[in-house]
Every structure is written in structure tokens, then in C-alpha cells.
């Protein structure tokens, strides 16, 4: 059993971020498809979207994956925040440069 450490923590906090925004992402909810749609993207891209943050979520939980987890993480929130900015979203765009933020402490050995 692992006990509770920065890297851990932030790992599952992260995680359930990633977990919680791709169900509201693939569920495509009101204010999810009014965006994509007033930002001028197809129909249903944002189930897509959702998809790939529900596969960082997962990555980033499995030991295995872990490393290659937060690459994938780390650039799908990039392109996540660069999409926002670039929409004048930048309220929306604050929690991904949290993530930006503490993505890295995921990756301190907890041995």
C-alpha cells in the first residue's frame, strides 16, 4: 500500500481533474457544445476531446504508463490551453496552467 506523498496525491488529483472535464467533455454537456460551436469546430469533436483527457486520466494512474502518461497529459493539456487562449478563453484556460504547474511532481520517485 502506498502511503500519501506530494507526487501521489497530485497524481490522483490530476487525475480525477483529467477524469472529471472527460466525461463533461465526451458527454458533450450544454455549455461544452455551445463553445465548440460558437469557436467554430465540427460537431462532435468534443467527444474526442473527452476520449483523450479519459485516456491521460487512466495512463496517469497505471504504474506502467505513468511516465508515458504524463507526456500524453502534458500535451493534451497544452494544446488544451492553447486552444482556449487562442479563443480568448482565459478564465477556462486557468485550471489547465495549474495542471501546467504541478504535471511535473507526479514524476518525483516515491521510493
Not at 490530476?14 to 450544454?30: D, W
Not at 455551445?34 to 469533436?45: A, E, L, P
Request: proline share 5%; no cysteine.
Amino acid at each position: 500500500m502506498h502511503t500519501l506523498s506530494l507526487p501521489i496525491v497530485t497524481t490522483y488529483a490530476i487525475s480525477l481533474a483529467f477524469g472529471i472535464v472527460g466525461v463533461l467533455q465526451f458527454a458533450g454537456v450544454g455549455i461544452v457544445r455551445r463553445s465548440y460551436f460558437r469557436w467554430g469546430y465540427h460537431t462532435h469533436v468534443f467527444r474526442i476531446t473527452g476520449a483523450l483527457e479519459l485516456l491521460a486520466a487512466v495512463l496517469l494512474l497505471t504504474s506502467s504508463a505513468h511516465s508515458p502518461g504524463v507526456v500524453f497529459a502534458a500535451v493534451i493539456n497544452f494544446i488544451t490551453v492553447v486552444l482556449l487562449l487562442g479563443n480568448s478563453a482565459y478564465v477556462l484556460a486557468l485550471p489547465g496552467l495549474a495542471i501546467m504547474a504541478v504535471l511535473p511532481l507526479t514524476l518525483i520517485p516515491t521510493h
